[in-house]
Each structure stands twice: as structure tokens, then as C-alpha cells.
């Protein structure tokens, strides 16, 4: 993991489980860490840069954000890794709405809020603007990583999912798709 020494590091979820495992290679490795949970005990455990934030608000992920900011530095790595699991699901027509409420709440308004926060940084800091190119440039390099030397287009998207709603599709369950041309990306 060349190139993460001195950089800083927000990695949500850190208290425990995938989130914790990041949060610690990724300070082994040089960066500077801040580990975000909703569990302080397991956050002080971890002995990174910890902050305490309900991210399922956008006053937690402000939080969060600009605790980060304050303690470390500007945002250059971003692990996403919080959310509600799938350990006490039910079939939907027994799912509490206010369950529904809040997992809808931390796994999805929580993550938009912080990439919301967090990617304007980034981009004003690197990618296209700092080598110099535009728009079309970047999506020309993108083209360049598929055999046809083209992106995938919408209509060839819509195909896929057009096909997998069919009865011939009955045979296909629970995959990830990627229409993706032959890219290995």
C-alpha cells in the first residue's frame, strides 16, 4: 500500500470488524488516522485519533468532517465503512418502518453527506485539475481501459438489465454484473 505515509485518513465503521482492520493497517503504513463509530469504548480501545459522531445525520458527518480537519488535516483518504447490517432483518412486510428509517438514514444519507463534504477537497487538491487536463481527457483515459476503446453505453446497461428481468435470466441470482466491455478495472 505504497503512497498512504503522512497522508490523512478518515475511515468510518473503525471500531470494530473491516472498518477497525483499515484503520489500523493504514496507520501501520504512515497515515494519520482519524477512526469515526458510534462506539466510544470501542473507538478508545483502537488508541487512533477517535471521534464519537452519528453518522446518519448531516450534523455527524459535518462533525466528522471538520473534527478531521481540525486534529489532522485536509481529507485524502476516505473509507466509507459504516452502516447498519442485515443481522436483524425480517421479511419486509415485518420490518419495523422506523428500522427501515434509520438504516436508510446511516447507509445511505450518511455516506452522501461525507462524500458531499469530502470530494471537493479532494478534487480541488489532485486528480484532472493538477495534471492539467479536462473533462474530455479523463473520459478519454477511461476509454482507453475497455478493448473497444469506449465506455459502456447506456443503451447497453439498459440491455442487461432488460435481460435479467426475463425468465431467461431465472438461472442468474445475486451476482454483481459489470457491463463493462472487458475492462479489468
Given at each position: 500500500?505504497?503512497?498512504?505515509?503522512?497522508?490523512?485518513?478518515?475511515?468510518?465503521g473503525?471500531?470494530?470488524?473491516?472498518?477497525?482492520?483499515?484503520?489500523?493497517?493504514?496507520?501501520?503504513?504512515?497515515?494519520?488516522?482519524?477512526?469515526?463509530?458510534?462506539s466510544e469504548?470501542?473507538?478508545?480501545?483502537?488508541?487512533?485519533?477517535y471521534?464519537?459522531?452519528?453518522?446518519?445525520?448531516?450534523?455527524?458527518?459535518?462533525?466528522a468532517?471538520?473534527?478531521?480537519?481540525?486534529?489532522?488535516?485536509?481529507v485524502?483518504?476516505?473509507?466509507?465503512?459504516?452502516?447498519?447490517?442485515?443481522?436483524?432483518?425480517?421479511?419486509?412486510?415485518?420490518?419495523d418502518?422506523q428500522?427501515?428509517?434509520?438504516?436508510?438514514r446511516?447507509n445511505?444519507?450518511g455516506?452522501?453527506?461525507?462524500?458531499?463534504?469530502?470530494?471537493?477537497?479532494?478534487v480541488?487538491?489532485?486528480?484532472?485539475a493538477?495534471?492539467g487536463?479536462g473533462v474530455?481527457?479523463?473520459?478519454?483515459?477511461?476509454?482507453?481501459?475497455?478493448?473497444?476503446?469506449?465506455v459502456?453505453?447506456?443503451?447497453?446497461?439498459?440491455?442487461?438489465i432488460?435481460?435479467?428481468a426475463?425468465?431467461?435470466?431465472?438461472?442468474?441470482?445475486g451476482q454483481?454484473?459489470?457491463?463493462?466491455?472487458?475492462?479489468?478495472?
Open positions: 500500500m505504497a503512497g498512504v505515509e503522512g497522508r490523512v485518513a478518515l475511515v468510518t473503525a471500531g470494530r470488524g473491516i472498518g477497525r482492520a483499515v484503520a489500523e493497517l493504514l496507520t501501520a503504513r504512515g497515515a494519520r488516522v482519524m477512526a469515526v463509530a458510534r469504548d470501542e473507538l478508545r480501545r483502537l488508541g487512533l485519533d471521534l464519537v459522531a452519528d453518522l446518519g445525520t448531516a450534523a455527524g458527518c459535518s462533525q468532517v471538520e473534527e478531521t480537519e481540525r486534529r489532522l488535516g485536509a485524502e483518504i476516505f473509507v466509507c465503512n459504516h452502516g447498519i447490517g442485515s443481522a436483524h432483518e425480517k421479511v419486509i412486510w415485518e420490518q418502518p428500522t427501515w428509517e434509520e438504516t436508510l446511516v445511505l444519507d455516506p452522501f453527506h461525507l462524500t458531499r463534504l469530502i470530494t471537493a477537497g479532494m480541488a487538491r489532485a486528480e484532472a493538477r495534471r487536463i474530455d481527457e479523463v473520459w478519454a483515459e477511461r476509454a482507453a481501459l475497455y478493448r473497444p476503446n469506449r459502456a453505453t447506456p443503451q447497453e446497461v439498459a440491455e442487461t432488460a435481460f435479467l426475463t425468465e431467461e435470466a431465472s438461472g442468474v441470482s454483481a454484473i459489470r457491463v463493462s466491455l472487458g475492462a479489468q478495472v
